[in-house]
């Protein structure tokens, strides 16, 4: 379920910075990326959430999805960090960060067995 959770999210999110809606390309300025960039974190979220789907018929592709997006979410907060936001400003990226740790703990279990 919360890989589940997790997919539906990662979709949305890298959808919309893939489209470039407004609200991204203002983030991503905020950040200090260009917006090919910021389409590119984008797919990169995309092929996350399609990978923890896949996670439910195998498990390792769905453990090695949320390895990536906890990676990809630590590099978010350092981003965050650089950019001087507050920790505030940081919570999504610390929440999704810790569900996906938790997620690959739960395929890593679920392959393992």
């Not at 539906?8 to 809606?21: D, L, Q, R």
């Amino acid at each position: 379920m919360l890989a589940g959770i997790l997919a539906v999210t990662f979709s949305a999110i890298g959808a919309a910075k893939v489209a470039a809606i407004a609200s991204m390309r203002e983030r991503a300025a905020h950040l200090g990326f260009d917006i090919g960039t910021y389409r590119r974190i984008g797919v990169v979220e995309l092929a996350g959430a399609l990978g923890l789907l896949a996670g439910w018929v195998i498990p390792g592709i769905g453990a090695a999805a949320a390895g990536g997006l906890m990676l990809l979410l630590a590099g978010a907060v350092v981003t965050h960090a650089r950019s001087g936001d507050t920790v505030e400003d940081m919570y999504p990226a610390l929440i999704l960060g810790a569900a996906a740790a938790v997620s690959l703990i739960l395929y890593a279990f679920e392959a393992s067995s």
